[in-house]
Nanobody
């Protein structure tokens, strides 16, 4: 499956932003979808994951209560709604796909998209 994240931008602390990921090439509903981020000079960090049906999600503690993952299987899209953004949320955000849902931040993902930059100014 091919993945492309988009929708990043420059926002101020406290703002909201939604980034999305478009999938193509395979049956989208066959995959659980994860979001990750990587800040300059830091390792890639797990943000959250949604299962194939969209009914189950899991988030990293750093974003829990502020970020929400949703998906539209009819449109082959997964979204990351980010509220109450903080400067420490600044990173390149990536979507990724794996066949089965796992809440583990260390689960292996088979497909990765190019990221989209999110910058939060203070």
């Amino acid at each position: 499956v091919q993945l492309q994240a988009f929708g990043g931008g420059l926002v101020q602390a406290g703002d909201s932003l939604r980034v999305s990921c478009a999938a193509s090439g395979r049956t989208f509903s066959d995959f659980a979808m994860g979001w990750f981020r990587q800040a300059p000079g830091k390792e890639r960090e797990f943000v959250g994951v949604i299962n194939r049906s969209g009914l189950t999600t899991y988030y990293a503690d750093s974003v829990k209560g502020r970020f929400t993952i949703s998906r539209d299987n009819a449109k082959n899209m997964v979204h990351l709604q980010m509220n109450s953004l903080k400067p420490e949320d600044t990173a390149v955000y990536f979507c990724a796909a794996r066949p089965y849902y796992s809440p583990s931040p260390y689960a292996r993902y088979d497909f990765w998209g190019q990221g989209t930059q999110v910058t939060v100014s203070s």
